[in-house]
């Protein structure tokens, strides 16, 4: 099977595969796995089993239906990609919900690297500054338009039913470790943030 015929299919975004809730974007949609694809015959196939198995997935987990289930693929992605241990899923979820709820933007980098198609530790100040990136959390109020990363159960499960806590921002302060910090208050954010450089460069 070309990979032509992969593309043509997401160049329709997804017809007849997708659900509507997925907006014709198949980032977030397709359940890691093992599938037996020599049996398969064209590229429909292949992806409308990934995708019938995620909204399986999905069913199982308990996530709700239609518009809902989007929104929780969303905020579920953001901590997967914002931070590398399962521990803390429920936090960063609780810290968006938080952020939203108060108007805030979401300022995450993660959504910007996204939005630019590179690694979080390669963004610029201009693409920070770039309004035409519909990801860039940091201009544009409310969620990004799609999930940015594959989230895994724990992360789904965690955006499904995020801890109580008054948190709005959190800093991994070890990278090595991946110890993050969570707080309410910006002036301990800042705090965070000078304890993050200073392990930074000790690290370097």
């Given amino acids: 099977i070309g990979q032509s015929e992969f593309d043509t299919i997401i160049k329709n975004k997804g017809k007849d595969i997708l659900p509507n809730e997925a907006g014709g974007s198949f980032e977030g949609w397709l359940e890691p796995g093992t599938y037996n694809v020599k049996s398969m015959k064209s590229a429909s196939e292949i992806l409308k089993a990934m995708v019938d198995k995620r909204i399986a997935k999905l069913d199982e987990l308990g996530v709700p239906a239609g518009s809902d289930r989007e929104r929780v693929m969303i905020i579920a992605s953001i901590a997967e990609a914002e931070v590398n241990k399962a521990d803390y899923y429920g936090k960063v979820t609780r810290v968006i919900e938080n952020r939203l709820e108060q108007g805030m933007s979401l300022g995450m980098d993660s959504t910007v690297a996204y939005g630019n198609n590179v690694k979080s530790a390669e963004i610029t100040q201009n693409m920070l500054d770039d309004s035409s990136n519909k990801f860039n959390t940091r201009i544009h109020k409310g969620l990004p338009p799609t999930p940015i990363s594959n989230p895994g159960d724990s992360a789904i499960q965690a955006a499904i039913d995020p801890p109580q806590g008054n948190w709005l921002y ?10 993050t910090e969570f707080t309410d208050n910006a002036d301990e954010f800042d705090k965070l943030v000078q304890k993050y450089k200073a392990n930074n460069e000790d690290a370097n």
């Fill in 170 to 179: 959190f800093v991994t302060t070890d990278l090595n470790s991946g110890e």
